[in-house]
């Protein structure tokens, strides 16, 4: 059992990831997920949650607080942990149900922290989808799971695109493609961010991927007081996001 949840933590059970925590376990539970196994520990102190987990996962597993330490990839459990069913999420569901769909790509965004900071701040912006491409961090790996602090589940986040199968599914779509980017011709808030849209945002170091720079309707950038020279990839697309949200009304 606990080579089960390491194995889920470090990303080697394929279609299953870890949550644990209170917060994180109960926004997975409120958020439809399907709890695979659930283990708890005399740590929990939520009855409530205790008992949903009993009720609704297809496996529960009542642990000593020395196993869930064990099984645990945070230094202090909270007494709980779960596997969940990874999502499959359809293409179409990124569009969400709206006239002009917000398509977040994260592009060679490595570190799952900063991943899990993006996917929270796309939702609470407002976009209909995230896309994750080949070679960045997974999104359903535990650190980026934590760091979305439930975002993950809520928001349809399709991983593994390389740049052809994007530029692909935006213009299957119809979506304006506006990349951000530090040498972009006009500012944020001069572009038109009304439309149907992909926005596509990178890692600091290695930016954007040049072939999406290229095929791009709009490069924007972020005007910086000097010398700052970039932002965190989450605060940039939040940023942009919300610009894209004010411009919508």
Same mark, same amino acid.
């Given at each position: 059992?606990? @080579?089960?949840f390491?194995?889920?933590?470090?990303?080697? !059970?394929? *279609?299953?990831?870890?949550?644990?925590?209170?917060?994180?376990?109960?926004?997975a539970?409120?958020? $439809?997920?399907?709890? +695979?196994?659930?283990?708890?520990?005399p740590? !929990?102190?939520?009855?409530?949650?205790?008992?949903?987990?009993e009720? *609704?996962?297809?496996?529960?597993?009542?642990?000593?607080?020395?196993?869930?330490?064990? &099984?645990?990839?945070?230094?202090?459990?909270?007494?709980?942990?779960? !596997? +969940?069913?990874?999502?499959?999420?359809?293409?179409?569901? !990124?569009? /969400?149900? /709206?006239?002009a769909?917000?398509?977040?790509?994260? %592009?060679?965004?490595?570190?799952?922290?900063?991943? *899990?900071? +993006? #996917?929270r701040?796309?939702?609470a912006?407002?976009?209909?989808g995230?896309?994750?491409?080949?070679? /960045? %961090?997974?999104?359903?790996?535990?650190?980026? =799971?934590?760091g979305?602090?439930?975002?993950?589940?809520r928001?349809? =986040?399709?991983?593994?695109?390389?740049?052809?199968?994007?530029?692909?599914?935006?213009?299957?779509?119809?979506?304006? &493609?506006?990349?951000?980017d $530090?040498?972009?011709?006009?500012?944020?808030? @001069?572009?038109?961010?009304?439309?149907?849209?992909?926005?596509v945002? *990178?890692?600091?170091a290695?930016?954007?991927?040049?072939?999406?720079?290229?095929?791009?309707d709009?490069?924007?950038? &972020?005007?910086? @007081?000097?010398?700052v020279?970039?932002?965190?990839?989450?605060?940039?697309?939040g940023? #942009?996001?919300?610009?894209?949200r004010? @411009?919508?009304?």
């Open positions: 059992m606990v @080579q089960r390491r194995a889920a933590a470090a990303g080697e !059970l394929e *279609g299953v990831l870890l949550a644990e925590g209170v917060r994180l376990v109960a926004e539970v409120a958020a $439809g997920m399907v709890v +695979l196994e659930a283990a708890v520990s740590r !929990l102190q939520d009855g409530d949650l205790r008992a949903r987990l009720k *609704g996962a297809r496996s529960f597993l009542a642990v000593g607080d020395d196993v869930m330490q064990r &099984i645990s990839a945070v230094d202090t459990p909270q007494g709980v942990a779960v !596997l +969940l069913e990874r999502p499959r999420v359809a293409e179409s569901a !990124l569009l /969400g149900k /709206g006239l769909p917000l398509v977040v790509a994260a %592009a060679g965004v490595r570190d799952p922290g900063n991943l *899990g900071s +993006l #996917l701040t796309a939702e912006a407002g976009a209909s995230v896309v994750t491409m080949r070679g /960045g %961090a997974d999104p359903f790996r535990d650190k980026a =799971v934590r979305s602090m439930g975002s993950v589940f928001l349809p =986040v399709l991983h593994g695109l390389d740049a052809a199968g994007l530029l692909d599914f935006a213009r299957r779509h119809r979506l304006q &493609i506006v990349v951000a $530090g040498g972009g011709e006009r500012v944020h808030t @001069q572009a038109d961010l009304k439309k149907p849209l992909l926005l945002v *990178g890692a600091e290695a930016g954007v991927p040049p072939e999406l720079v290229r095929a791009a709009a490069r924007v950038r &972020i005007p910086l @007081q000097a010398p020279e970039s932002l965190n990839v989450a605060v940039a697309a940023v #942009l996001l919300f610009e894209a004010r @411009q919508r009304g």
